[in-house]
């Protein structure tokens, strides 16, 4: 029985060593296919190897040549951002100069155009001087006449100041009644407001020329553009006569050329003259207030 079992044993050693044998030999061929087939890949790839290194080889040769154009390039690029440096540095020079030359422009046009502005100025006042002159010798006439009026009006209120006194002395003298006195007072008013009327109307006379444009002995742009009737109403309002023409006013004013000698020496004369006026004027109303009775003595 144990010699039975040894055998067995034995026999199953033997089969078990011819299994493993047979696996070693399996895996050994498994390995030596696996050893071939990574010797092909080998060489295949030795030989791509050797192709992608004449590719390199012809890359590096390509990347040399290329290199050395874009070197020449380079130096061709560099060129031209040298010249094209310098065109734009010129273009700059003439864009200043442009736009020096536009400045200057400009400035003299600005300066042409204020002198044509000046020059219109010039031109203008000139003209509104000429003016001034053919009114200050057109209004002159006016203003004596007015004067000479209100002269012969004082002198005829100082006539019947002078016949209220010498009533008043008749009066005092004869005795007078009460009733008469009284007369003769009221009168003496009605004489006395119509001085203070009539030194009223010039008075509004000058207030209402100066607002039409009158100033002085001027007139100016306003007085000589309304029509010559508003100005003969305005006259004939003020003064109760129209002592200018219409015909005279309505003229057209005419340009005078005279020298600035002249004009220095007309305008001289013509203040010396109206404060001349205006001092006669001063010491006529100053005769006319003193020999004015008052009420006092009107009432004695």
Known sequence: MFRRSRSFLGTVVVLCALVIFGYGLYMYDLQSMRLANVEASNRYLERDLKGLNKNIEKDEKKLKSLEAKLESEKHGLENIKGELKVESEQRQAREIELIDIGAKFTTSSNEKEKCLKEMAELKKLLENLEIEKKALTDT?????????????????????VDQLRKDLGKASESALSNEEIEALRAEADEDKAKYHANYNDLTELREALHKVGVEGLRRDDHWTSITSEERSIILEAILGTDIIPDSYLGAEIAVVERSEDDL????????????????????????????????EQLQH
């Open 264 to 295: 220095l020496e007309n305008s001289e004369i013509k203040e010396s003259d109206i404060s001349e006026n205006d001092a006669e004027n001063q010491k006529e109303e100053a005769i006319v207030q003193v020999d004015a009775p008052s009420d």
């Open 140 to 160: 002159v006439g006016t203003y004596e006449r007015a004067a000479k009026k209100a002269q012969d009006e004082i002198a005829s209120l100082n006539s019947e």
